[in-house]
């Protein structure tokens, strides 16, 4: 137990160390990639990451906390499918069941497939309180909010971006979270409208980015992973997901997908690997049946063990360790 604890203390240290390095990294990349050409307005010498980002900032609503909610987390991906929404239920119920004193809210932001409410067995109506804020859905003692509530969940929603954005910003701002320890945010995958609205809209504690060990999934955690650091939202780490095949039946373990894909963009983006989720028939089922394994299963083995430490590690910057 200790040394679990112990090894998450240095994963802290040594990501703290490495944010110090990146910044540095980034501010001289900025300098060498614009093949000589400096743009009009930024003085030679001077750090052209932030002029850029200064000039996307112009125009933008100030950034403002969610009232009554203390964290929030992103759990984020470039591409659908890896995972990210079973690991977001996973980890709002393992940072509730390992703390009971702690409140949790989920966030379902993929408003084209929202997975929520079939994840935590949850179904609309949403119901508007006296302050017009809606109400966020219960179970689990997770507070939950998504657009699956409000819509069928079979008719496809077809929507401008601008609509999507107003969408979150509604479902962010307008709705009765507080009091909250922790938002966890469901991401839909891409870098779009949703992501940027996100980070611009609140002040985000970390992203969490969920890959499978492919290349292409990859390639577009890559992409996740370095908008969030355009847009000065901390990067926690990698989660690597269904890296291992795990047989039910004899525990034979296959690595049908690669093995150490994400270790390698870890090493190459200066990111720790939070978790190494098997791809597990369990871990399947519960979710898609609105049971999620830490709670219906908490005491799994080889899924649970690892999933709840590394669950753990994930949100470790924004909260004391736990010991399980
Ligand atoms: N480690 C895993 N083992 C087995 N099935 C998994 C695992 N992770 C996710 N799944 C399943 O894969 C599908 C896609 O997962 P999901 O979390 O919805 O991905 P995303 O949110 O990235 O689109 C779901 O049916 C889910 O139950
Ligand atoms: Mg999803
Ligand atoms: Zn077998």
Redesign the pocket.
Known sequence: MLKGVLNVAVLLQRRVILQETKSVCRVAQCRTISCGKWDSQAAPGRDLGQHQKAKMAKGLPKKAPIDGVKNVIVVA?GK????????AVNLALALAVNDKAKSVGILDSDVYGP?IPRMMNLKGPVYVNEQGLLQPLVNFGIKCMSMGFMTDEKSPIVWRGLMVMSAIQRMLKQVEWAPLDYLIVDMP?GTGDAQLTLAQTIPIDGAVI?STPQDIALLDARKGAEMFRKVDVPVLGLVQ??SVYECPKCGHREHIFGQDGASKLGEEMSLDILAD????LS??ET??SGQPIVMSDPQSPQVCGTLLFCLNACTYSVLPPVEL
Not at 80 to 87: F, H, P
Not at 277 to 280: K, R, T
Request: glycine share 14%; proline share 9%.
């Open positions: 991906s659908g499918g890896v995972g990210k929404s079973t690991t997975s995958p969920v997901n269904m989720i098997p791809l597990h871990i399947r979710s898609d």
